[in-house]
């Protein structure tokens, strides 16, 4: 398509769809027109795409997630159909901005954070590779909360997103599904005396199924991203006549739970896991049996990917199908249950490993639970006497009446990885050793990766110009290239050039700031950023101790010969975490004091940016200059807002946490900040039980001036905050070794701050960050899924029949 096509294309259809020109449609209108154009795009290659998979009886993944978090899909979908800037100067010439349509769509956010992310750039990934992958998710009427501060305090919104439509979504009322919920399971002998379960009372969910497509980088290519919505089946309609009863029923997914790597513990989230996990296997055993092979061979067909424990039921729903309903003896069902089963753990934070009571289980999937239960007894039983008797108890699924969800993950499953080296490593060495010594073939490392169309081409257009001027647009399709700028690390108009583009977008930047928080920054000054969701761990009040140590030092001396900087935060906090909110308050509260304070000279700002998500963390990151990573050693699985801040050019202050570590492997010790403890010396500390915060409090008058300030007055209205933060830290002995790290910290920020000063050095720093980001892509990553897990092709077949790049 061209152009002109394009726009005769466009008015056409504006005219069909609303009755009007150009002239008098609104915005969304528009927005509407241009997406409407698109899905009719791409649904022939959807479709064309599906056929294929079917017809070469091609071996499909499908990546099971509580979350997603794609954010916007306009920009990425114009992008991957190589449509982008056809439309931008089509639509320019119309006298329409496409960002103005941009702002219409909102985010689609049901996912929380990291783990939502990847998977949404697992999608991104899997189809640009031509990779045959789906993702199986919960269409939730509300997404993740809107976060407004109110006296600076998070307050919590509800994310109304379906409001308008969802113009990418399509309704597949024929593939829907019956989940059975609740009420009492027997089993009760058929006349061959094999054991069938009979079902009395409960109730049955009707999951209706909205498909996404997923578009591949100019491939041709589209996958589906299903996502389960819950209806009332017609034949159960008279039980929820009454408003609360249909009430109580439409609530059950309607919700995403707020908590980031925290279970619930609740009913209605371990309802949704069976929703999504009975609907999605149930859909894929549906597919498989309309090809008509060897039910013996699923395997051949199938991988079914559990991302994180919440989908760990795929096991045990898989053995129901393969048992009760297609009459598989249990052994043969097993053995192909763990050959099409894998699990991914992100995380090592015992709080975040789901357990379930027995009770609770039996009460909401009850044929689930004997199946789980049967599972683990013929663990038990296999083990009996080979193993030693304690590790058999410590690796059961069911133990003191709970069932522990990723015991059942990997013992239902053929891989299990973490996702950074060090990460994976610690699951071997630590929180999963028991199994590692009885499946030690089963263990792996995926390092995560990002989407590199989105994290550059899309959010950073001005360094994309610079890197195609420069290498050559190769590094669009393969990141590895981005190596080749190397070679200009001595050259100095190509330092400017990419100086320049930080510039432009710190520039855009503060404009947002201006207009959102009417905070002025300079864009001179150091943008240093901190992204990610509040958590103790993650350590945003460690940043914070650093910005109060700064301000006070600048109080004292406003000489103080330090680089000017600009604080930058986004952080959303659990609804429910207390401590996580305290420090919102507190971080706010600092910001207003910092910022009205006409003393310190503008040297220091503090921006904490309402509502951060995704569509936000593409206009922060490529303005940032340096990226706070900053986790206690051994609690941050991976991070992935280090690979794209890296890749944006930020230099990474760090400790060497998740993939931190391997960043500073791609970039050298030169190119990066390191500090605080290793994840030995915590574990040394956890040994020996011999750290004491208070000592370092009383020692260190730095540390002390620093803490005391939270509750001395220096900082207004946080009496209560500012209490409970101290306490933290110096009554309950600072679970993150804050104080611990601070001293050391302290010295990466001013080392940071004396490399800026040397332009040309800082420069070079930062071109080496991009240029050595390429292995963190995630095109990388999932075709090590694909050929190490999943054992999944490309349909090489497809591309060379269907010609690729044009739409
Ligand atoms: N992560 Cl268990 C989440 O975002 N939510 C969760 O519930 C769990 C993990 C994150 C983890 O904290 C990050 O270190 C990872 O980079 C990310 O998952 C993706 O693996």
Same mark, same amino acid.
């Given at each position: 398509?061209?152009?002109?096509?394009?726009?005769?294309?466009?008015?056409?259809?504006?005219?069909?769809?609303?009755?009007?020109?150009?002239?008098?449609?609104?915005?969304?209108?528009?927005?509407?027109?241009?997406?409407?154009?698109?899905?009719?795009?791409?649904?022939?290659?959807?479709?064309?795409?599906?056929?294929?998979?079917?017809?070469?009886?091609?071996?499909?993944?499908?990546?099971?997630?509580?979350?997603?978090?794609?954010?916007?899909?306009?920009?990425?979908?114009?992008?991957?159909?190589?449509?982008?800037?056809?439309?931008?100067?089509?639509?320019?010439?119309?006298?329409?901005?496409?960002?103005?349509?941009?702002?219409?769509?909102?985010?689609?956010?049901?996912?929380?954070?990291?783990?939502?992310?990847?998977?949404?750039?697992?999608?991104?990934?899997?189809?640009?590779?031509?990779?045959?992958?789906?993702?199986?998710?919960?269409?939730?009427?509300?997404?993740?909360?809107?976060?407004?501060?109110?006296?600076?305090?998070?307050?919590?919104?509800?994310?109304?997103?379906?409001?308008?439509?969802?113009?990418?979504?399509?309704?597949?009322?024929?593939?829907?599904?019956?989940?059975?919920?609740?009420?009492?399971?027997?089993?009760?002998?058929?006349?061959?005396?094999?054991?069938?379960?009979?079902?009395?009372?409960?109730?049955?969910?009707?999951?209706?199924?909205?498909?996404?497509?997923?578009?591949?980088?100019?491939?041709?290519?589209?996958?589906?991203?299903?996502?389960?919505?819950?209806?009332?089946?017609?034949?159960?309609?008279?039980?929820?006549?009454?408003?609360?009863? +249909? @009430?109580?029923? %439409?609530? &059950?997914?309607? =919700?995403?739970?707020? #908590?980031?790597?925290?279970?619930?513990?609740?009913?209605?989230?371990?309802?949704?896991?069976?929703?999504?996990?009975?609907?999605?296997?149930?859909?894929?055993?549906?597919?498989?049996?309309?090809?008509?092979?060897?039910?013996?061979?699923?395997?051949?067909?199938?991988?079914?990917?559990?991302?994180?424990?919440?989908?760990?039921?795929?096991?045990?729903?898989?053995?129901?199908?393969?048992?009760?309903?297609?009459?598989?003896?249990?052994?043969?069902?097993?053995?192909?249950?763990?050959?099409?089963?894998?699990?991914?753990?992100?995380?090592?934070?015992?709080?975040?490993?789901?357990?379930?009571?027995?009770?609770?289980?039996?009460?909401?999937?009850?044929?689930?639970?004997?199946?789980?239960?049967?599972?683990? +007894? @013929?663990?038990? %039983?296999? &083990?009996?006497? =080979?193993?030693?008797? #304690?590790?058999?108890?410590?690796?059961?699924?069911?133990?003191?009446?709970?069932?522990?969800?990723?015991?059942?993950?990997?013992?239902?499953?053929?891989?299990?990885?973490?996702?950074?080296?060090?990460?994976?490593?610690?699951?071997?060495?630590?929180?999963?050793?028991?199994?590692?010594?009885?499946?030690?073939?089963?263990?792996?490392?995926?390092?995560?990766?990002?989407?590199?169309?989105?994290?550059?081409?899309?959010?950073?257009?001005?360094?994309?110009?610079?890197?195609?001027?420069?290498?050559?647009?190769?590094?669009?399709?393969?990141?590895?290239?981005?190596?080749?700028?190397?070679?200009?690390?001595?050259?100095?108009?190509?330092?400017?050039?990419?100086?320049?583009?930080?510039?432009?977008?710190?520039?855009?930047?503060?404009?947002?700031?201006?207009?959102?928080?009417?905070?002025?920054?300079?864009?001179?000054?150091?943008?240093?950023?901190?992204?990610?969701?509040?958590?103790?761990?993650?350590?945003?009040?460690?940043?914070?101790?650093?910005?109060?140590?700064?301000?006070?030092?600048?109080?004292?001396?406003?000489?103080?010969?330090?680089?000017?900087?600009?604080?930058?935060?986004?952080?959303?906090?659990?609804?429910?975490?207390?401590?996580?909110?305290?420090?919102?308050?507190?971080?706010?509260?600092?910001?207003?004091?910092?910022?009205?304070?006409?003393?310190?000279?503008?040297?220091?700002?503090?921006?904490?940016?309402?509502?951060?998500?995704?569509?936000?963390?593409?206009?922060?990151?490529?303005?940032?200059?340096?990226?706070?990573?900053?986790?206690?050693?051994?609690?941050?699985?991976?991070?992935?807002?280090?690979?794209?801040?890296?890749?944006?050019?930020?230099?990474?202050?760090?400790?060497?946490?998740?993939?931190?570590?391997?960043?500073?492997?791609?970039?050298?010790?030169?190119?990066?900040?390191?500090?605080?403890?290793?994840?030995?010396?915590?574990?040394?500390?956890?040994?020996?039980?011999?750290?004491?915060?208070?000592?370092?409090?009383?020692?260190?008058?730095?540390?002390?001036?620093?803490?005391?300030?939270?509750?001395?007055?220096?900082?207004?209205?946080?009496?209560?905050?500012?209490?409970?933060?101290?306490?933290?830290?110096?009554?309950?002995?600072?679970?993150?070794?804050?104080?611990?790290?601070?001293?050391?910290?302290?010295?990466?920020?001013?080392?940071?701050?004396?490399?800026?000063?040397?332009?040309?050095?800082?420069?070079?720093?930062?071109?080496?960050?991009?240029?050595?980001?390429?292995?963190?892509?995630?095109?990388?990553?999932?075709?090590?899924?694909?050929?190490?897990?999943?054992?999944?092709?490309?349909?090489?077949?497809?591309?060379?029949?269907?010609?690729?790049?044009?739409?």
């Amino acid at each position: 398509m061209d152009k002109k096509e394009f726009k005769k294309k466009f008015k056409r259809r504006l005219a069909e769809k609303f009755a009007m020109e150009v002239t008098d449609a609104s915005s969304n209108e528009l927005y509407q027109t241009l997406g409407s154009l698109m899905t009719s795009a791409y649904s022939q290659d959807w479709r064309e795409t599906w056929k294929d998979y079917r017809e070469n009886n091609q071996k499909q993944s499908y990546y099971f997630s509580i979350e997603f978090l794609p954010g916007k899909m306009l920009k990425s979908n114009l992008l991957n159909m190589g449509w982008l800037e056809l439309v931008e100067e089509g639509l320019d010439e119309l006298g329409i901005q496409l960002n103005d349509l941009v702002e219409i769509e909102p985010d689609m956010a049901l996912g929380n954070g990291g783990l939502g992310r990847l998977a949404s750039c697992f999608m991104d990934s899997i189809a640009s590779c031509g990779l045959p992958g789906n993702g199986n998710g919960i269409r939730y009427e509300y997404g993740l909360f809107k976060q407004r501060f109110v006296d600076n305090y998070q307050v919590e919104l509800p994310d109304e997103w379906l409001q308008k439509g969802n113009l990418w979504e399509v309704r597949k009322e024929s593939k829907a599904v019956d989940v059975q919920i609740g009420g009492n399971v027997y089993l009760k002998p058929d006349q061959y005396g094999k054991l069938s379960p009979v079902y009395e009372g409960g109730s049955k969910l009707r999951a209706v199924p909205y498909d996404t497509g997923m578009v591949g980088y100019q491939n041709k290519i589209v996958n589906t991203m299903r996502l389960w919505s819950l209806e009332i089946p017609p034949e159960e309609e008279d039980r929820y006549r009454s408003i609360e009863a +249909r @009430r109580s029923f %439409e609530d &059950l997914t309607s =919700v995403l739970y707020p #908590d980031d790597s925290n279970e619930a513990g609740r009913k209605m989230r371990l309802t949704q896991e069976y929703f999504f996990v009975s609907a999605g296997v149930q859909s894929i055993l549906r597919y498989f049996k309309s090809l008509n092979q060897p039910m013996d061979e699923i395997n051949q067909y199938a991988a079914i990917h559990i991302n994180d424990t919440h989908p760990a039921m795929c096991v045990a729903e898989f053995m129901r199908l393969l048992v009760d309903e297609e009459q598989m003896s249990w052994e043969r069902a097993w053995d192909l249950t763990r050959k099409v089963m894998s699990y991914t753990n992100h995380t090592i934070m015992a709080e975040a490993l789901e357990k379930w009571s027995i009770d609770m289980m039996k009460n909401v999937c009850p044929r689930i639970y004997q199946i789980i239960e049967e599972i683990d +007894r @013929r663990f038990v %039983e296999e &083990l009996i006497g =080979v193993q030693d008797f #304690d590790l058999i108890q410590r690796t059961r699924i069911i133990q003191d009446g709970q069932v522990h969800m990723a015991h059942l993950a990997i013992i239902g499953s053929h891989s299990t990885n973490g996702v950074a080296k060090l990460h994976s490593d610690l699951l071997k060495s630590v929180v999963l050793h028991d199994f590692y010594l009885l499946y030690p073939d089963r263990f792996n490392n995926k390092t995560n990766g990002i989407a590199m169309r989105r994290w550059v081409q899309l959010a950073n257009p001005a360094m994309s110009k610079v890197l195609d001027a420069t290498i050559g647009k190769t590094w669009r399709k393969n990141s590895d290239d981005l190596r080749l700028l190397l070679n200009y690390e001595e050259d100095d108009q190509v330092l400017n050039a990419l100086a320049e583009a930080k510039y432009q977008n710190k520039r855009s930047l503060a404009a947002y700031i201006k207009s959102h928080c009417g905070i002025e920054v300079s864009p001179e000054a150091i943008f240093d950023v901190q992204i990610k969701r509040l958590h103790a761990y993650k350590r945003q009040l460690l940043n914070l101790l650093h910005i109060i140590k700064l301000y006070l030092d600048l109080k004292e001396n406003p000489e103080l010969p330090i680089e000017p900087r600009v604080f930058i935060f986004g952080a959303k906090a659990a609804p429910s975490y207390h401590y996580a909110k305290s420090i919102i308050k507190v971080i706010n509260e600092v910001a207003s004091l910092i910022n009205a304070d006409e003393t310190i000279k503008g040297k220091l700002k503090l921006v904490f940016l309402e509502n951060y998500n995704v569509s936000l963390a593409e206009r922060i990151i490529p303005a940032a200059d340096v990226s706070e990573q900053i986790s206690l050693a051994s609690k941050e699985a991976s991070g992935t807002s280090n690979m794209k801040l890296m890749l944006n050019g930020a230099v990474t202050i760090a400790t060497l946490d998740g993939a931190n570590v391997e960043i500073r492997d791609a970039v050298g010790d030169d190119n990066i900040a390191i500090f605080g403890l290793t994840e030995g010396e915590v574990y040394q500390y956890y040994e020996k039980r011999n750290y004491h915060a208070i000592d370092l409090y009383e020692r260190d008058t730095t540390i002390q001036k620093v803490v005391n300030a939270l509750i001395d007055g220096t900082i207004p209205n946080i009496t209560k905050e500012g209490q409970e933060i101290f306490d933290s830290l110096i009554k309950y002995n600072d679970e993150f070794f804050v104080l611990r790290d601070f001293e050391d910290y302290c010295a990466a920020q001013m080392s940071v701050n004396q490399a800026y000063q040397d332009t040309r050095r800082w420069r070079q720093i930062s071109l080496r960050n991009t240029a050595n980001a390429g292995r963190f892509s995630s095109d990388r990553t999932v075709q090590q899924y694909a050929d190490d897990i999943w054992q999944i092709e490309p349909l090489f077949a497809h591309n060379d029949n269907r010609g690729v790049t044009q739409h």
